[in-house]
Structure formats: structure tokens, C-alpha cells
């Protein structure tokens, strides 16, 4: 049983639609993660959060926006999204404590933008 | 050079058998390594940490070359339940907080 859990499992929006997505560790860890997936592509960082704090941003568009209220939740709230932006979003938290790092990811979101 | 290069495969093996998969990566202040595994449409979970004398987990070994900058995962006496994506993850430590994957090596097992 994983310790991230992520809701919606799947969502289908259209490209005008506003939709949020939601990330909860109960692992106790200080920093979290959204990660991008796509057909045939190796996982792309997308934001990390350390002490809600965001750390990383990496030249991600405008029309993804985190938000992340405290160290348990983290959100990716999505605007005018584009097809080409469906995907895998998965959330990933961690203890940062020096060098080994693992990551306990969530199961996912599948995205699918029409 | 990409930062982290894995054969995409597939690699089919029949049960029982022993295969290798290679990952090089190209930051030579990286820090630390791991083996992920991906089953199909589920989320990537930790096989193993790799250490730099080497390390082995029942039938799983792991390796780490910091001179040639490529790690390494064995698998003995293959199982069906074998059958993933294996991801190539490095964490180059330094203050980012970005753990680096492969696109992933994909095996399959089969009866």
C-alpha cells in the first residue's frame, strides 16, 4: 500500500476546462514532487517542494500551476490545456537527509486533454 | 551525452534466465544510484540502492563503475513476475533535489 495517494485516478478535460489534481504523502516527508510522464519518454521533473517551500521549477508552462499548503498535500491546478499535455502525472515525496534519496511515488494520474 | 542512457530493449528472456541491463549517466559529481522498477501502467517503486562495492538482494545484484560512469543490475534465474520496466535513477546531491531517471529498459520473461 502506498504511502502517496493521488486523486483523480484518471481525468478527461477539455481544453478550456480548470481541473486540480491531488497528492498526499502520510510518510512524513519533507519534500514532494510532481513528475510528468509521457508515451516513450523518461519521467520529466516538473516541481519539487521542500518545507512547502517550491525549490525547482523546471521551465514548466504557465497553465500548470502547484500549489502546496502544507508538507502532507500538494496540488497541480491545470488551465487551457493542450493535447499534447495528456499524460502520466505522477507525485512523488521524499526525506531529503543527505545522499540516499528514495522516492515513494503515487499512483498516478492519467491524463487525457481533448 | 544524455545524463542517463539505458537500452530501451525489449529484452525477452525465457524463465530461469540471466539478464543484465547496463545505465550510464554522465555527471560525474552524481552521488547516488538506484534501480526502479515500473510495471505496466502502475507507479515506479525502488528495487534496489546501489553502493559502490556492490550489492545484492536475493537474485538481484546491483553494481556501480564511478571510473567508467555506468551502473549495472543482474538478474539471476528470471521469474514471469520479473517482467517491468527497470528505470535508471541518479541523485547528483549538491543541493538539487532532482533525482535524474533513464527512459527505462524494458523486460519481458517469458514461460
Known amino acids: 500500500e502506498t504511502g502517496v495517494t493521488q486523486t483523480p485516478r484518471h481525468l478527461v478535460m477539455g481544453m478550456t476546462n480548470k481541473k486540480s489534481l491531488k497528492c498526499e504523502q502520510h510518510?512524513?516527508?519533507?519534500?514532494m514532487y510532481w513528475y510528468k510522464q509521457s508515451a516513450k519518454k523518461p519521467l520529466e521533473l516538473m516541481f519539487v517542494?521542500?518545507?512547502?517551500?517550491?525549490?525547482e521549477n523546471n521551465s514548466v508552462p504557465s497553465r500548470f500551476s502547484p500549489e502546496c499548503p502544507n508538507s502532507s498535500h500538494l496540488f497541480l491546478h491545470l488551465h487551457t490545456l493542450q493535447p499534447e499535455d495528456s499524460a502520466l502525472y505522477l507525485c512523488a515525496s521524499s526525506q531529503e537527509s543527505g545522499r540516499n534519496t528514495e522516492a515513494f511515488f503515487g499512483q498516478g494520474t492519467r491524463l487525457t486533454v481533448v | 551525452r544524455k545524463e542517463v542512457e539505458q537500452d530501451p530493449g525489449p529484452f525477452n528472456v525465457p524463465e530461469g534466465a540471466t539478464v543484465a541491463f547496463n545505465c550510464t549517466y554522465s555527471?560525474?559529481?552524481?552521488?547516488?544510484f538506484f534501480w526502479y522498477r515500473q510495471d505496466c501502467r502502475k507507479e515506479p517503486k525502488l528495487l534496489m540502492s546501489v553502493y559502490s562495492s556492490g550489492n545484492e538482494d536475493g537474485r538481484f545484484t546491483a553494481q556501480l563503475n564511478r571510473a567508467s560512469q555506468y551502473i549495472s543490475l543482474l538478474i539471476r534465474d528470471s521469474k514471469l513476475s520479473d517482467s517491468a520496466t527497470y528505470l535508471c535513477v541518479i541523485y547528483s546531491g549538491a543541493g538539487s533535489y532532482q533525482l535524474t531517471f533513464g527512459k527505462g529498459t524494458k523486460l519481458s520473461v517469458i514461460p
Open positions: 555527471n560525474s559529481a552524481s552521488q547516488s
Open positions: 517542494y521542500s518545507l512547502e517551500e517550491r525549490v
Open positions: 510518510l512524513g516527508h519533507n519534500a
